[in-house]
């Protein structure tokens, strides 16, 4: 099973950014798909944003697109999510997540079996 850690979550007024990472372990992170989900307050988790394993499509949640970027670096065992002109109601916890399955890419959070603790992002209105 992949562990995962991410950082980079804090407070920024709105309009400014953030760049989360997660690190994974695991020998297959290059044949896995990763995605990164949210949750606010009262709410359930949803999606954000998800990448392929070799990096060659990504998905988006209508609500961040052209704001946030999904990326990687399979050489690093690396994911990243860039938020730009971040708003007040992309304050949640935020969690980088793995595919079940090698070489499959799919957005639902249910196809996703390791998570890692999440990291907070707040934004200041």
């Known amino acids: 099973q992949v562990q995962l850690v991410e950082s980079g979550g804090g407070l920024v007024q709105a309009g400014g950014s953030l760049r989360l990472s997660c690190a994974a372990s695991?020998?297959?992170?290059?044949?896995?798909?990763m995605g990164w989900f949210r949750q606010a307050p009262g709410k359930e988790r949803e999606f954000v944003a998800a990448m392929s394993w070799s990096g060659g499509s990504t998905r988006y949640t209508d609500s961040v697109k052209g704001r946030f970027t999904i990326s990687r670096d399979n050489a690093k065992n690396m994911v990243y999510l860039q938020m730009n002109s971040l708003k007040p109601e992309d304050t949640a916890v935020y969690y980088c997540?793995?595919?079940?399955?090698?070489?499959?890419?799919?957005?639902?959070?249910?196809?996703?079996?390791?998570w890692g603790q999440g990291t907070q992002v707040t934004v200041s209105s």
């Open positions: 695991g020998r297959t992170f290059s044949l896995t798909a």
């Open positions: 997540a793995a595919h079940r399955y090698r070489l499959v890419f799919t957005t639902n959070s249910y196809d996703y079996g390791s």
